[in-house]
């Protein structure tokens, strides 16, 4: 079935960080992100090509980790319809002022725990005059600095169990799973959900802690696979903490690096090239523990603490 | 208004070439198309990504030109109630069997009379063993020859006057106008569609001749501008003409090269980074006649054949 | 015959600028150069890979152009060999204390009047803890602003008359002419020397004012094409003047994009790929005025600036 | 001490495979080289920019590894000089008629016994008519298949010992060291030399079967980085094995991908950027065993086969 449309895209997330100052120069001076604005233990941060206010809100915290992720609806209606579906489900919050920027938000969980907002009223992005960008078709200068990230691309989750998340987005907000993995025992031990043309913009991995409400990764999407080499070597040159990569998924086939931000969440610079999926009957990819065994795309073996390390950090094996 | 979300996706085109051999010539070796298929004067040829039958109809003529466009709608229903708005319009030609692969097609034309079709069936492409891809997420094997274009990206139409055709898309498919040329006189010079988180889908150009249901010229997305770059020497080498570029423009900042396949019809080979309209309230950007003059994102002054060249040739100017 | 190999390479050049501070601001933000010490009107500036103190000096003048250009010698006494020969031709001027990290250095003229600095002894830079690189085969950190351009690749200095001047770096330094152009009178319109496997290092250019001693352009290496693209956007979004590219160059291939610094100098961003003159018996490529006609590799025509803009300016036509 | 500049560059080499009808696949079909004649058993093959008469031959035999690697001189005199110094050092086997397209031919072993050919003479590459290339400084069209590699770029042989065969390349053709692997037991396990301003041109490795006269890799240069990328994914389409990469060696930093051709050879794809040796009085750069312990430049872990696998297999470990 083709996604319902009524989820427009990926907001922004706010991630928290027990090491504020190192992680706002990561943020900053190494992906280039552009800072708009402050709010007590908040830094919102932008992405160049982003109209909102804002793509990141970085919040000093005891520990690190995910604490909202935003999603926009593509209309009042839309909003107010995905609301009921929410409440329906029994996962809904209630409304809350939205962060600078964003009109009236919905807060809702999902089966997991992890915090999601939802909303409609946004405000676009003015550039002040030293940002001003020199095409009216984008809302902010391109920067010189650092990687030089257009968007955020998408939030990879721990959960407990994958299944009942993927579903849960599906059957309220109109999500469709676009590939999975699914082990020899039947378990879907990881799902990439999407809600229009970007083939995914919300993953659930099994957490192998058992946890709930764990973050796996937020991505960064960059202009070209060059910015992403080219990310590597600053990382490198600030001793940013690269993890994996640069090499390209089997799954989804996106060319990625991960590095660790100071505060110790795992971030991903992600570039789809052009691939989209415009299939309106998309038929979800199933990846089997065998497929997955055989690593990424060109070969390389997945990297042993992309199954051990997650945000906030636990105690375990439980 | 964002977009109504019934139109999924363009699908295919119906090109027309006075010199079948050396058009075929162009598209299977330069262009990195597949073969998948003959009817009578037609090749069906394919890009590598693309989960249907054909993305290209090649047609011996007596001339150049565009015969007929393909738009996929995101629903048995979506299409019945496209069906209806187009009855309602008075543009509708009537139900037609559809291309090898493609299910049941209503045939209408725009107003300045280029043909489309609408389609909601599609049978997807299987791979014979030699053209299988390694990565069970892709539709056929990557090709080690020629540019190797991802997709079929855009269809570029010459109209005697762009808006009615703009408006008809809107009014009757849910198309939504992203950026827009308008002359000092409001004229609108040209206006660039989208159905959905492509930037855009269909565009309409002011016919300098003032001729009905021409062509300017249809593009492929390629993967990277590198791939650009490379095709600009391929063709170099195989005395494919070059019009100009490689370049960016400053509209929807696509990063272009353009080509004269040996028909005569322009080939965009064209990569939008991954730029993408998420906003579901994009507002429409209106670049003045004064800012078209500015020419290109880098500088480069718009070449004068962009204005003269289009096809079928014609008689010009009335 | 194969070059001599008693120059090592081109060293650093001098460059004059009336606007100093925008200069600046053009060479280390836009550009990414690092400052490495000043001098009383002179700034010390050095590309991330120069294992040399610097690659530039910037100097406040009344006026724009280019003061000395610096090449170094491979051997203490490759350097004795050539100032012998530079003085059998009349060309010498004398000793100087060289700039600072640069020992004992010989100035010349071309018979244009350039000024040249030829030196050995060469105190290989040091970075300081905050620029000191992650891999110990490279001088300096990778900068994470602006260009990052690895070297300065070469001079295209403007002369009276290319061949003369051609001539006598060849016989007195043994550069070798890869390519020239040769217009239908016969006379030589441009010539590209080079002394090792860089296919050029030094490049004369007729000038069309009958002026002596300035400056076509000086040109920096980009690791890239990518960086190259790059560099464009950034330049668009600073103010920076785009005169021409990006695009290839017939003569000698390389991918190129021209900009002008603040004070007026003619900057190139250019990138050779992998491409070497490696054999030992290469043979001037001669270009035709019909060839230079064509314009760039793929089809750009040159810039009228192009033939008109040198520094510093003068009252032209002589 | 500066390179002495009488070895111009490494000419072509002769490689042994079992699989001859595959590997001469790969090396066409995948690799994108073109056939230039055949003699015997044997296969000539030729990269683009190789302006001579090929850059590979490649011979049936009955096992897998590397014949003979050829180097230029850069003048007669310079042969006969270099021809003296192999006989003064014993390692001199005579002179014997060159390959086709090579003039006399001087034959010798290094201590480990690899043979190698230097000569002066080489008639330059006149492509026939459907290769003529569009640009004239180009001995050849660029391809549109496969990788369309632009030179062969150097030989990693296996030795029993490095140092005695990098100090005869030294003492004898005057090959310098650029970098080099130096165990806690002071051992050189590695050595780079080059001959001009490529980085390397020919590699040591310590075979640890204690076996002579094998090969590690050869090596074909890239135009950029994105074709290594472009690469991998022709090679996964066609089954060709990828040992490891694309990635970023931290020695000589060259952007790498290793596969193996059908006859079991490994092939690296190499890309350097722009990274010359232009210092004349460059230092070797020593690499210790803890710096090779932690990889590759972003990261990435030695793969083990890389100190297991050479051609010809033999029995090991001695």
Known sequence: MAPLHEIAHLGHVEL????PQQSLWFFTHVLGLTENGRDGD???????????????????????????TALRACSEEALHRRVA???????????????????PTYLFTDPDGHEFELYWESQWYQAPD????SLKNQPQAYPSTGFSVRRLDHVNFLAQQTLPNGDFLRETLGAEATEQIQLDDGTIAAQWLHFNNKSYDIVYTNDWT??????????????????????????LENDVFIETGPHKH??????????????GNRIELCNPLTRLVLA??????????AERAKGQAWGLKTIESFHTHGTPPVDQPH
């Open 85 to 103: 579906a929410l409440q329906q489900a029994g996962r809904g919050i209630g409304w809350i002022d939205g962060d600078p920027g964003i009109g």
């Open 42 to 68: 908040s830094v919102y941060l932008r992405t160049w090509d982003d109209y909102e206010h804002h793509s990141l809100k970085l919040t000093a915290h005891h520990t690190s980790g995910i604490r909202r």
């Open 130 to 133: 030293e940002l001003r960008p």
């Open 280 to 289: 309106p009957d998309w038929r979800t990819i199933t990846w089997t523990e």
């Open 16 to 19: 928290l960080t027990p090491h």
């Open 210 to 235: 058992g946890s709930r409400g764990r973050l796996h990764h937020i991505a960064f999407a960059t202009d070209t696979r060059e910015d992403i080499l080219r990310a590597a070597d600053i990382c």
């Open 250 to 263: 089997a799954i989804q086939q996106t060319f990625f690096l991960y590095v660790y931000e100071p505060g």
